[in-house]
């Protein structure tokens, strides 16, 4: 798409302000961008997507649906259909399964972050917009061991070519704060 002048003329103080914003928070945090995929995400317990399809996927990503954070379940939250450690944890695994009843402070790690300029709802693109998990997730739900990067990343020119698409707002201040 050719992009008008109007939309080049505003671009610039976006662009400037942004510029501010990065170096107020630091550049090496603003230009890891959307996804953290600089280095491995490990996670403090196995798991396994695929013993879990027959509960959906909002039973432990409690927000997908309803709020703009999908939410990642806290290893308490295993223990309502786990009244045993399941599979086969190694000791430190076994210890933190142990650790976490009762209380929720141990929680499962994302590999998914936009930067704290952009805004992004999941309830918007699930429930509104009927987008599916694999389109900007990839094939997670078929996963028997925690991925450690993720498998697919949207980038902002993603966002823009899928609005464009559908005909929903690409100006700069639909996205960013
Ligand atoms: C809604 C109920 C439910 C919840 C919540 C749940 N599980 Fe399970 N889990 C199951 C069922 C059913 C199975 C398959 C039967 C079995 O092996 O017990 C299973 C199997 C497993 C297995 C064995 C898989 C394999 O490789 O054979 C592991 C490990 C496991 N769950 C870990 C977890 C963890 C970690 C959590 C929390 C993030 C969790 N489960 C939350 C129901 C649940
Ligand atoms: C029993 C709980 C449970 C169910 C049901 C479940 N998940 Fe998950 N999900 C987890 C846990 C635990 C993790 C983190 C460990 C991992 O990646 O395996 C996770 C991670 C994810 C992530 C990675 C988020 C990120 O930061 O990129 C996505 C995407 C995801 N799940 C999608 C799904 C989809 C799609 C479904 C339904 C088909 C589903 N999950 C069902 C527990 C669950
Ligand atoms: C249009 C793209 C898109 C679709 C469709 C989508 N996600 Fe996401 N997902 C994202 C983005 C972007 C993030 C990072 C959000 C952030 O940093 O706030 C994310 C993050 C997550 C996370 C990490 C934890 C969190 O609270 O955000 C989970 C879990 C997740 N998504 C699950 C799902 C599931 C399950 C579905 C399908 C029901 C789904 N997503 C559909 C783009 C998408
Ligand atoms: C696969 C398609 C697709 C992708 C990828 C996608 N979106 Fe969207 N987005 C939509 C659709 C469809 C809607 C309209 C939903 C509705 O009906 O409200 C939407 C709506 C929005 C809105 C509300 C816009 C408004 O003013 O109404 C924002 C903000 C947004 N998306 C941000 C993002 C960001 C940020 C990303 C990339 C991380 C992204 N989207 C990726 C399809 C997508
Ligand atoms: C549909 C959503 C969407 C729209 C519209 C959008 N952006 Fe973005 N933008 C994002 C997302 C998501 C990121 C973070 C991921 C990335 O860097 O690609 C981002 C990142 C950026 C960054 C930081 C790049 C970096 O290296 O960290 C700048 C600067 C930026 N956008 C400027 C703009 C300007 C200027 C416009 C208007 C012409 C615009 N954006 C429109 C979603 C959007």
């Not at 649906?65 to 290893?75: E, M, V």
């Not at 929720?104 to 936009?114: G, I, M, P």
């Not at 061991?145 to 929903?168: F, K, Q, S, Y």
Request: proline letters at 7%.
């Amino acid at each position: 798409m050719s992009q008008t002048p109007i939309l080049r003329a505003r671009t610039w103080p976006v662009v400037g302000a942004m510029l501010i914003i990065g170096v107020g928070v630091g550049y090496g945090a603003f230009a890891a961008g959307f996804i953290k995929n600089t280095r491995p995400v490990s996670q403090p317990y196995p798991f396994n997507h695929v013993a879990h399809a027959a509960a959906g996927c909002s039973t432990c990503h409690h927000g997908v649906k309803k709020q703009a954070h999908a939410g990642l379940p806290t290893l308490n939250a295993c223990h309502d259909c786990h009244a045993t450690a399941p599979g086969t944890p190694d000791t430190q695994a076994k210890e933190m399964w142990d650790a976490a009843a009762g209380d929720d402070l141990v929680s499962f790690n994302r590999l998914t972050e936009v930067p704290q300029h952009v805004f992004f709802s999941h309830r918007r693109h699930v429930t509104l917009g009927a987008q599916k998990c694999t389109t900007c997730h990839g094939e997670i739900a078929s996963t028997e061991t925690p991925p450690r990067l993720p498998e697919r990343t949207v980038v902002m020119h993603d966002c823009i070519a899928c609005h464009e698409d559908n005909g929903v707002a690409v100006d700069c201040t639909a996205c960013h704060k």
